[in-house]
């Protein structure tokens, strides 16, 4: 079991930068952001393979955010930077604990997820 605790959420201006951490209870192997507007379904934003060191982003969010690890904390971050209208949601953290090369942002892929925190973005 992994428990997860997302922090960093809150109101943001168009063009602004908020950071995302996820606090885990244990070493998790492929960890991601995922997010959820109202309304939509779930989507993947960012993974990461903490064993690999690789990252995957979706399209959307591509040059904007970074998603990253700090292995001695078990904490994962999402830098968000020029912050859309479009990117307010819930922002949920993922992991799983399977230690594999291939940790795509898909729904799939996780075994564990955290309450969320929400951003919200204003024009």
């Known amino acids: 079991q992994v428990q997860l605790v997302e922090s960093g959420g809150g109101s943001v201006q168009a063009g602004g930068s908020l950071r995302l951490s996820c606090a885990a209870s244990k070493r998790s192997y492929c960890m991601g952001w995922f997010r959820q507007a109202p309304g939509k379904e779930r989507e993947g934003v960012a993974s990461?393979?903490?064993?690999?060191?690789?990252?995957q982003y979706s399209d959307s969010v591509k040059g904007r955010f970074i998603i990253s690890q700090d292995n001695a904390k078990n904490t994962l971050y999402l830098q968000m930077n020029s912050l859309k209208p479009e990117d307010a949601a819930m922002y949920y953290c993922?992991?799983?604990?399977?230690?594999?090369?291939?940790?795509?942002?898909?729904?799939?892929?996780?075994?564990?997820w955290g309450q969320g925190t929400q951003v919200t973005v204003s024009s």
């Open positions: 990461i393979s903490t064993d690999y060191g690789s990252t």
């Open positions: 993922a992991a799983d604990e399977r230690s594999t090369s291939w940790c795509p942002p898909v729904v799939l892929r996780f075994g564990y």
